[in-house]
Structures are given as structure tokens and as C-alpha cells.
């Protein structure tokens, strides 16, 4: 089994952006392109209000931590969990500074409505499986919580889910050693693309955005 070094660690957030499109990953991640749009903007302050709050709170048999960073070596990512819930569990695991046991359940915020697409529930589960790499325990499902609904969305971490967590992993990481950035294809998700200007998918069909602007100023008069 492939065990990934600190320094080969890639961003866990990249999943959702690898599943929506593996350019957007590419030029995101690989190119360090990035450009805002409203959607984006909306979603880091609902994540920001999530980890701004104390990182610790307990409500009675509930305890809250906010911000949590996990890692998993085997899959390869590093993040922050916007927010991990601990259910007193006397068959849970055991938490540094605090008596009893606990069962942990990830919950991620999101703006907007649920997807059609799994970048959300891959995201959520790539969390558990850090957080069950880390906590040598079993966590069987997770929430999503939806800005626009106001509600949850319980997800279950089946073996489908999972395996597609470590696939999107290892895919992801070749294409981060070979700097490799895929094709454009066009569709109208592109719509919605913070990146949809610097992919040029209506001018760009292969190679780098920094290639076809590099090419683009030696053809220049």
C-alpha cells in the first residue's frame, strides 16, 4: 500500500473541485490558477463563520470542535474539517482532555442546495476516512449541512463512496507529479467555473492555460 509523505501531501478541499472537473483540479492545484466568483465568495464566509466560533464546545453529551485538521497519509490529503461532532459513545474513542468515550461524525457547510454531482459527499467521506486513520476508528456516516434549505443531509460512507475517495486520491496524485493539466470539455457546468475565463474552454481544447497565454503573446504583432 502507497504511503505518502508530508511533503507529497495534496489539499483535501481539492476533491470537490477534482469531481466537479479534473481541469478545474489542474488549474487550481497543478497551475496555482485561481479566480473568484460570488458562489465562491458565499461559500468561504459560511466556512469562515463555521471555524470563527470557539473551536471547542461542549452541550452536555455533544462536543463541538470547529477547524479540526486531519491528515491521512495512505490517501495522501491534508485539511480542516469545518466542524466535527463527538457523541458521548461508550464504545467511541477516547479524546485528550476529556473523560469518557466519543463517536465522531464529520459535518461539512456548503452554500446553495445539494448537488447533482457526489464533489460534496466525496469531500465529507475523504474527512471521515482522514479522521478514522487518525482516530483508529470506524465512522460510518457524516452530515452536509445546505446554506440555502437550512438543513442536513445525512450521507453514508458505503464502500462505493470510499472507493471512489481513493481513487480520485491516487488519480489525482499522478497528475500532480506529472504536472499534467486535462482538456478542455466544454459543458454547461463551465457556467457556474470560478475558472471559467483563465480555462478559455471555447479557445483552449488541450495543454496549460499558461501555455496558451505564453502562445498566444508570441503570435502578438
Not at 3 to 15: A, I, K, N, P, W
Given at each position: ?15 470537490q473541485h477534482f469531481a466537479f472537473c479534473r481541469r478545474q483540479w489542474a488549474l487550481i492545484h497543478v497551475e496555482n490558477q ?87 459527499e466525496l469531500q465529507l467521506c475523504a474527512q471521515a476516512m482522514c479522521l478514522e486513520e487518525m482516530l483508529c476508528c470506524a ?83
Open positions: 500500500m502507497t504511503v505518502y509523505s508530508d511533503e507529497d501531501l495534496l489539499q483535501l478541499s481539492g476533491l485561481w479566480q473568484e466568483n460570488l458562489r465562491t465568495v458565499e461559500g468561504s464566509l459560511m466556512h469562515r463563520r463555521a471555524h470563527d466560533e470557539a473551536l471547542r464546545e461542549r452541550r452536555g453529551d455533544l462536543l463541538i470542535l470547529r477547524g479540526l485538521a486531519v491528515v491521512s497519509h495512505a490517501l495522501g490529503i491534508t485539511g480542516k474539517c469545518d466542524v466535527v461532532e463527538f457523541h458521548a459513545d461508550p464504545n467511541g474513542v477516547s479524546l485528550q482532555g476529556e473523560e469518557g468515550r466519543w463517536r465522531p461524525e464529520p459535518v461539512e457547510y456548503k452554500v446553495g442546495k445539494p448537488k447533482e454531482h457526489l464533489a460534496d465512522i460510518p456516516s457524516g452530515a452536509l449541512y445546505y446554506g440555502e434549505p437550512r438543513r442536513r443531509t445525512q450521507v453514508a460512507f458505503d464502500g462505493e463512496l470510499r472507493q471512489a475517495v481513493q481513487s480520485a486520491c491516487a488519480e489525482m496524485h499522478q497528475y500532480a507529479r506529472r504536472g499534467y493539466t486535462p482538456k478542455a470539455k466544454p459543458g454547461k457546468f463551465c457556467n457556474a467555473c470560478s475558472l471559467k475565463d483563465l480555462c478559455l474552454p471555447r479557445l483552449s481544447k488541450s495543454g496549460s492555460v499558461a501555455d496558451y497565454i505564453r502562445k498566444a503573446m508570441e503570435e502578438s504583432p
